[in-house]
């Protein structure tokens, strides 16, 4: 127990990507382990963490117009106290003190750690407190966190990332590479399933790329089945993984151990060879449709999902009807796209021939009606099938409305079905028959098939009947893929792929 008074609050706002998600898991976790206790939703706190995101032009404005308005809250609220940590912190460090004053703590990416004793210094010394470390201390996965979720959690494999894309800053602002001990992941799975977990997401800023630390391309692969070995352990996925470091015994793995699903996230960026050489991303269009057809031969009922950027410097019409040949070709269930901007600190935002904004939001609009209308199209397949679901908490926004309840399937798409008669909790597993498909979610509107309890429905229901200071001590947070449409598990929560 640290020495900050148990009357205090916390309130933690997240931005970017499932990192950052993760990381804030962590800081609560830190934070209670003080003890601090989390605000009420709406109501004040008396320590506000940001948890910060680099990779979009305008991260700074939005920090610093959040920062500008929490000025008169501080002031009309003594004690109160505001931090800023993450990617954006780590990169401007100094900077966000000058530019906002009243800022008490400053801590990076490698030091989330600290944020305790950071806060108490501050508010003993009465001087803001800048912490910034160049590389990792302590891996993260070792500190405290609160999971937001009873049953499914994330839990990081790596973190940092070796890659040199250009557009990313990421590793500038993460570091290198560092993996963990497959000992150490498979203990934190099979505690998380002893609490009740049924769904775990293997995270890693370059996820397939697990293993570099010590010269073992197969490792992850082993690490997928090593995972299949662990009873009470219904789902396992990862993200984001490289083309560049998929091999076939990863989707070996996938196909043969039965609780790892048949979902692949597997971000292209562009379909031309040659922007994809001025992204420094080290595949071209042949491998990577490559690898979309051996995990088709595979896996047939596969769900892949991927992330694009339109409109990178010297991206020609030629170039962007390459990235249209792959999208058809891929046939992805989803694509998350992005229209370039500049991210300072990249090799990017300083190359010649950046496209205007007008050609890149054409372009963009073309791609989005594409992508529409394929995954329609491969939704529509669904229509009949009857499919287990995980139901979860807070994915559907009109389930009140509706008298329908949400979940994920097996290949992660989003399903609202029929509320059935007898109780059923987040964490149980329904069974229905799919009977209508839109673009992004699917529809069960004939009665529940089946109802199956499970011991992640027992931790949901456990959590709700504990003290508030109990509930948020055990288990995982249902995140899957964020980047398809899982609900922020945090207040203000960005959820984007890893690139």
């Not at 940092?160 to 590479?177: D, H, M, Q, S, Y």
């Not at 799919?434 to 992640?456: F, K, M, N, S």
Request: hydrophobic content about 40%; some cysteine; overall charge negative.
């Amino acid at each position: 127990m640290g020495t900050a008074d148990t009357s205090k609050t916390y309130d933690i706002r997240t931005y970017g990507c499932q990192m950052n998600v993760h990381d804030s898991e962590r800081l609560s976790g830190l934070l209670e382990d003080a003890g601090y206790v989390k605000a009420a939703e709406g109501g004040s706190a008396d320590v506000v963490v940001f948890n910060t995101c680099a990779v979009r032009e305008n991260a700074d404005n939005k920090l610093y117009g959040n920062l500008g308005r929490l000025a008169s809250v501080k002031a009309q609220q003594p004690g109160m106290q505001i931090a800023v940590g993450g990617c954006l912190a780590q990169k401007d460090r100094a900077t966000i003190v000058k530019k906002a004053p009243w800022v008490d703590v400053v801590f990076g990416t490698h030091n989330i750690g600290h944020l305790p004793a950071l806060l108490e210094r501050a508010r003993v010394q009465e001087e803001a407190q800048v912490e910034i470390l160049e590389s990792l201390e302590v891996f993260p996965s070792t500190l405290p966190t609160r999971r937001e979720s009873a049953y499914a959690a994330w839990v990081s494999v790596s973190v940092g990332c070796n890659n040199t894309c250009t557009f990313c800053i990421v590793p500038a602002l993460r570091g290198k590479e560092k993996d963990r001990r497959s000992g150490d992941i498979l203990a934190e799975v099979q505690a998380l399933v002893s609490e009740g977990v049924v769904e775990v997401t293997l995270l890693g800023q370059n996820v397939n790329a697990y293993g570099s630390d010590i010269g073992d391309r197969l490792a992850f692969g082993k690490l997928l089945r090593a995972c299949g070995e662990i009873e009470g352990l219904e789902r396992v996925r990862f993200t984001s993984p490289h083309p560049k470091d998929f091999t076939d015994d990863v989707i070996a793995a996938m196909a043969e151990t039965p609780n790892v699903m048949h979902q692949l996230h597997m971000p292209l960026q562009s379909g031309s060879d040659t922007v994809l050489r001025a992204m420094r991303r080290s595949y071209r269009q042949e491998r990577y449709l490559g690898i979309i057809e051996r995990v088709r031969a595979a896996m047939p009922d596969a769900a892949i999902s991927t992330d694009i950027i339109v409109g990178f410097p010297g991206e020609t019409e030629e170039d962007f009807e390459q990235t249209l040949h792959v999208v058809r070709e891929a046939r992805f269930a989803q694509a998350f796209t992005f229209q370039y901007s500049k991210r300072p600190g990249t090799p990017a935002a300083e190359m010649e021939n950046q496209i205007p904004k007008e050609v890149v939001q054409a372009r963009y609009e073309r791609l989005v009606a594409l992508q529409e209308e394929i995954s329609w199209e491969e939704n529509k397949k669904q229509v009949g099938r009857t499919l287990e679901i995980l139901v979860a908490e807070g994915e559907g926004r009109k389930d009140e409305a509706t008298a329908r309840l949400s979940g994920r399937a097996p290949d992660n798409r989003l399903v609202h079905f029929t509320r059935p008669s007898q109780p059923v909790r987040p964490g149980d597993v329904v069974s229905v028959e799919i009977t209508y498909a839109a673009p992004h979610h699917l529809l069960a509107e004939g009665p529940t098939l089946a109802v199956r309890r499970t011991r992640a429905g027992d931790a949901w229901e456990k959590r709700q009947a504990a003290p508030a200071e109990d509930a948020a001590k055990p288990a995982g947070v249902m995140l899957g893929l964020p980047t398809i449409g899982a609900p922020a598990p945090l207040p203000q929560a960005e959820a984007k792929g890893c690139c």
